[in-house]
């Protein structure tokens, strides 16, 4: 049983919206966590919104004419993130989802690094991702909530502007080797991004506070990172929602001292150029 790998389209958006919520529902239900879409238009909205974007390619399983699954990955910034991948439950284990992961990889080509994210409980995934080649980098917690604490006096959080993406691409860099301005003017576009100043000068940004999914943030020091954290969660109108690589545990201590809650744990996992991160950060889905 061979699937036809092919280009999605927009007529695929319905079909690949039904898998993706229903292969996340289903490991989720199998372990006892909440589900990452609350319906299958939630999944349709999504595979929609990446089937237009230009900075994003996917790709669908096909057998005997039916979509079975589906793959995308984020082409926009130097390193490549890959997500999500589904494939039809009734399938899952049957080397569907190996054969998009190896048409992501394939596009990918000579591409600086490529990263993903995944759910630490799902051991399958976990093994063919690692099959492949990724390396299991931070282990991650979901969490979410609002900060007890509100602003941090001595700093300055506010929306971020057009203005601040060199700025907030030139910390990336710092941090992670790399920079994500295609990423950060998604943001700006389609989310509600923040910076936090210190001294008059951008020391930390997040990209999309309150959905983790699309959620990325670098920070000089632990110290930035709370700042814009209470200040993201003062203003805004739901909890924040956040990637926190558990390995800062001084960080996650004052999470759960400020009543935030780990939702599900998680893994980054990379491929090619991997630089340890040179102050605070918090993935995306994407990496």
Same mark, same amino acid.
């Given at each position: 049983?061979?699937?036809?790998?092919?280009?999605?389209?927009?007529?695929?958006?319905?079909?690949?919206?039904?898998?993706?919520?229903?292969?996340?529902?289903?490991?989720?239900?199998?372990?006892?966590?909440?589900?990452?879409?609350?319906?299958?238009?939630?999944?349709?909205?999504?595979?929609?919104?990446?089937?237009?974007?230009?900075?994003?390619?996917?790709?669908?399983?096909?057998?005997?004419?039916?979509?079975?699954?589906?793959?995308?990955?984020?082409?926009?910034?130097?390193?490549?993130?890959?997500?999500?991948?589904?494939?039809?439950?009734?399938?899952?284990?049957?080397?569907?989802?190996?054969?998009?992961?190896?048409?992501?990889?394939?596009?990918?080509?000579?591409?600086?690094?490529?990263?993903?994210?995944?759910?630490?409980?799902?051991?399958?995934?976990?093994?063919?991702?690692?099959?492949?080649?990724?390396?299991?980098?931070?282990?991650?917690?979901?969490? $979410?909530?609002?900060?007890?604490?509100?602003?941090?006096?001595?700093?300055?959080?506010?929306?971020?502007?057009?203005?601040?993406?060199?700025?907030?691409?030139?910390?990336?860099?710092?941090?992670?080797?790399?920079?994500?301005?295609?990423?950060?003017?998604?943001?700006?576009?389609?989310?509600?991004?923040?910076?936090?100043?210190?001294?008059? $000068?951008?020391?930390?940004?997040?990209?999309?506070?309150?959905?983790?999914?699309?959620?990325?943030?670098?920070?000089?020091?632990?110290?930035?990172?709370?700042?814009?954290?209470?200040?993201?969660?003062?203003?805004?109108?739901?909890?924040?929602?956040?990637?926190?690589?558990? $390995?800062?545990?001084?960080?996650?201590?004052?999470?759960?001292?400020?009543?935030?809650?780990?939702?599900?744990?998680?893994?980054?996992?990379?491929?090619?150029?991997?630089?340890?991160? $040179?102050?605070?950060?918090?993935?995306?889905?994407?990496?």
């Amino acid at each position: 049983m061979t699937p036809e790998i092919r280009p999605a389209t927009p007529a695929d958006a319905e079909v690949c919206g039904r898998i993706i919520f229903e292969a996340f529902k289903g490991i989720a239900d199998q372990h006892g966590f909440p589900w990452d879409f609350p319906s299958v238009e939630a999944g349709m909205q999504l595979a929609t919104t990446f089937i237009a974007a230009p900075s994003i390619y996917g790709v669908v399983a096909e057998l005997d004419g039916r979509v079975v699954g589906s793959n995308f990955m984020a082409e926009g910034d130097p390193i490549r993130g890959i997500g999500p991948i589904t494939v039809d439950p009734t399938l899952q284990g049957s080397g569907v989802g190996r054969r998009l992961m190896e048409a992501a990889l394939a596009r990918a080509g000579d591409a600086l690094g490529v990263r993903l994210v995944q759910d630490a409980f799902n051991t399958r995934s976990l093994s063919l991702y690692a099959a492949l080649g990724f390396d299991v980098r931070e282990p991650l917690l979901l969490m $979410r909530g609002t900060p007890r604490s509100g602003p941090d006096l001595g700093y300055a959080v506010r929306p971020m502007t057009a203005a601040d993406v060199d700025a907030c691409g030139a910390l990336c860099t710092a941090v992670h080797g790399v920079e994500r301005t295609h990423e950060l003017q998604e943001a700006l576009r389609l989310f509600a991004p923040f910076v936090v100043e210190r001294e008059g $000068r951008i020391t930390g940004y997040l990209s999309a506070a309150t959905f983790w999914l699309m959620n990325h943030g670098v920070a000089e020091t632990e110290l930035d990172m709370r700042a814009l954290l209470a200040g993201a969660g003062a203003m805004s109108p739901e909890p924040l929602s956040m990637l926190l690589p558990t $390995r800062q545990a001084n960080l996650f201590r004052w999470c759960l001292h400020q009543e935030l809650r780990a939702v599900k744990p998680m893994t980054l996992m990379t491929m090619g150029h991997y630089q340890e991160p $040179r102050g605070c950060y918090l993935p995306s889905v994407l990496y």
